[in-house]
């Protein structure tokens, strides 16, 4: 019996007893590979000997102080790192509890940005379909995935969505990516004109979709595109970075990859490695100066906002994983999961496409690999997926809805930064074999 109100009512869970490098153990002595770093969290594995003495030393300083009486060294320490590392043109951190309290703060930001530089009438907020963006009620509405918002419509603050940059479904027969970067840039500078340019406060998007579409990044020069429409109708851009950020795709910012700044950047997940509750906002110095030079606040605020143990262990995480020798091994372990994985599944009549980066990486299934149709979501294959992984030890994440919100499955395998070519080898076999014994079943 529990008393718990899990995410599934359905079956019971195994009970995680222990955590060691990249394996996670249950009460029945069953080992699993975490393939998929929780939901792309653990970025350095499980019981990091530094992280864990990091938060041991700050519980014996100061565990919690009220960021209305006072602030604290790590927290100042980490906001420091933080910016020494960020894309330029990023100046401020504010230090929240998770990905989806990030997204809330940043689309706040942005609105009082425009009220404080006299600006009011900005009031749309554009995204992407098929995004993801966080549960809370501001985050879930900037999302686009039809199928989380479906029930919560009707409370939902209107936004506005765009088509995603998905070239395996949409690019158009003889179009080139170049072309199709450019088609998409020139839907969201018509979404802005009928909105009213002067009424749009922020478009908002993941630099590489995460769980929604499964680690699908950008074509050509995309995000350079959207930069330049942003600019010229003072519309901010806003990047989540909650799943693909903190080193996941291979550089500590994802965007850095497609060489533009944001305005404002959310980041979590792998800030905390897992080890506490952490996200943050990344701000540029103009929204910093409309608030000191206005009003003099930011009219938002958590009761744990800039934690000190979890500034402590994201402090920590941080200075590790932003290593040279640590990005690296992303990048190669994420090269050997991507060339496994091709000669694994890419001839499998049921595999449609594998893509990601950086140790970041997307198995999209189809019933057809031709026409790219996909399975009937009667079938909930890719909960068949995960239960046949975890048979053979093996955490991935998989999810449905990939198409459209309601069809089509995807596999996400995020593990953690710190992992050998063994390994990546067994999450390889151990995917395939479930994969296979899903699409069987």
């Known amino acids: 019996m529990t008393r718990i109100l899990h995410r599934s009512l359905n079956g019971r869970l195994p009970e995680a007893v222990a955590g060691q490098g990249v394996t996670i153990t249950d009460a029945e002595g069953r080992s699993y590979i975490d393939g998929s770093g929780g939901a792309a969290v653990s970025c350095l594995g499980h019981g990091h000997p530094d992280v864990l003495a990091a938060m041991r030393s700050q519980m014996d300083r100061i565990s919690y102080a009220h960021t209305s009486f006072f602030t604290t060294d790590i927290a100042e320490e980490l906001a420091e790192r933080l910016i020494d590392l960020a894309p330029a043109g990023l100046d401020y951190v504010y230090l929240v509890s998770g990905g ?30 098929q995004s993801y963006h966080g549960n809370t009620l501001g985050a879930l509405a900037a999302g686009g995935n039809a199928w989380r918002r479906a029930q919560f419509q009707p409370i939902l603050p209107k936004t506005h ?27 969201l500078e018509a979404k802005i004109l009928e ?13 590489v979709v995460g ?7 950008p074509v050509a020069d995309y995000f350079a595109r959207v930069r330049r429409i942003c600019d010229k109708y003072g519309v901010l851009l806003i990047l989540d970075e909650v799943m693909c950020g903190m080193g996941r795709t291979g550089t500590m910012f994802a965007c850095e990859q497609d060489g533009i700044s944001p305005d404002l950047v959310t980041i979590a997940k792998g800030l905390g490695g897992g080890y506490q509750p952490i996200g943050a906002v990344l701000l540029s110095q103009r929204i910093y100066d409309s608030f000191a ?13 800039c934690h000190p143990l979890a500034a402590a262990a994201a402090n920590k995480v941080v200075e590790i994983i932003s290593k040279p020798e640590m990005m690296e091994n992303v990048r190669l372990m994420g090269e050997r999961l991507q060339a496994g994985l091709d000669a694994r599944l890419g ?8 893509r990601g980066r ?36 093996l955490m991935s994440y998989p999810m449905g809805g990939t198409v459209d919100g309601r069809i089509g499955d995807h596999v996400l395998l995020a593990p953690p930064y710190i992992i050998q070519p063994d390994e990546i080898d067994l999450i390889v076999e151990r995917i395939g074999a479930a994969i296979d014994a899903a699409v069987r079943s």
């Open 161 to 187: 969505h765009v088509s995603p940059c998905y070239a395996y479904r949409d690019l158009r027969p003889g179009e080139t990516l170049e072309g199709y970067a450019a088609r998409l840039a020139d839907e």
């Open 211 to 217: 769980a929604t579409l499964g680690a699908v990044g």
């Open 293 to 305: 030079q206005g009003s003099g606040l930011f009219q938002h605020g958590h009761t744990y906002i």
């Open 358 to 393: 950086g140790l970041f990486r997307g198995i999209e299934i189809v019933a057809d690999k031709e026409t790219k149709a996909p399975f009937d979501p009667a079938l909930k294959l890719h909960a068949r997926i995960k239960k046949e992984a975890m048979a053979r030890g």
């Open 195 to 207: 909105l009213g340019a002067e009424e749009v406060i922020a478009f908002v998007a993941e630099p």
């Open 100 to 129: 989806s309290e990030a997204v809330e703060a940043a689309l706040k930001m942005a609105r009082q940005y425009f009220v404080e530089i006299g600006q009011p009438q900005r009031r749309h907020f554009i995204a992407r379909r």
């Open 347 to 354: 001839q499998h009549a049921h595999v449609g496409d594998i």
